[in-house]
């Protein structure tokens, strides 16, 4: 089992992977401090950022990223787009339905991991699913999803139909949120229990074993192959 991490700026990640390689898979945030989550799709510095960084590390996405609207047909946006398909990566998106379905306009093929599945009611995210079949969605900050430890019913028929599709997810954007990864943790496993243990152990683990550790296990490869260097 193992965690994908992204951060602002990317050395903390950097960190984590080196302290933990077996549990962590990288993603490259394109922000240099959390600041930047309200300013990076107009600021023409990021996809060099990018680039340098994609140079000397590894990652399994880029992202986790904010996008509104029509900053999703940024120039800036669209170059992260081209970099992730030129790399082999996914994308790791905070966004709603509507900006989502503007990525999959811009590149059809992209894949896409949904963060907090938009924070949309659950018929909207199966009718993306069922449009999409390169998009996944993480469960993090999701607390609507159960209640007093049950599965809401419009939950439960869409996590049975789609139990290929989603992951459970932590949303550790600020340091206080690390002492409550446990506590996370026990609700997660509350309202998993409701499900077949096939469905829930693919949404608490597996889900993210074939997508994201096989991904990542992907571009390691190919990198390794390219740079004829070894795994670093
Ligand atoms: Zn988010």
Excluded: C
Aim: charged share 25%; aromatic share 8%.
């Amino acid at each position: 089992m193992r965690a994908l991490v992204s951060s602002s700026n990317d050395d903390g990640t950097q960190q984590l992977y080196q302290a933990a390689p077996e549990l962590i898979i990288p993603a490259l945030r394109p922000y240099r401090q959390r600041s930047e989550l309200t300013t990076w799709t107009r600021d023409e510095s990021v996809p060099g950022y990018l680039e340098s960084r994609l140079r000397q590390y590894r990652y399994v996405a880029i992202g986790e990223f904010h996008v509104h609207g029509a900053q999703a047909d940024a120039p800036v946006v669209r170059r992260v787009l081209a970099l992730a398909r030129q790399h082999g990566l996914m994308l790791h998106v905070h966004a709603d339905a509507d900006t989502l379905e503007r990525f999959y306009l811009h590149d059809p093929s992209a894949r896409i991991l949904w963060a907090h599945a938009g924070f949309e009611g659950p018929a909207r995210v199966a009718a993306l699913l069922e449009r999409h079949r390169n998009l996944w969605a993480d469960l993090s900050m999701r607390g609507d999803i159960a209640a007093e430890g049950k599965l809401r019913p419009d939950w439960h028929s869409v996590l049975i139909k789609h139990p290929d599709r989603f992951m459970v997810g932590t949303d550790t954007y600020t340091p206080s949120r690390w002492d409550q990864v446990g506590a996370h943790a026990r609700w997660a496993r509350g309202w998993l229990a409701d499900l077949p243990q096939e469905v829930a152990e693919r949404i608490a683990w597996r889900n993210g074993e074939e997508v994201l550790t096989a991904a990542f296990i992907a571009v390691s490869n190919r990198q390794s192959a390219e740079s004829g260097a070894q795994p670093r």
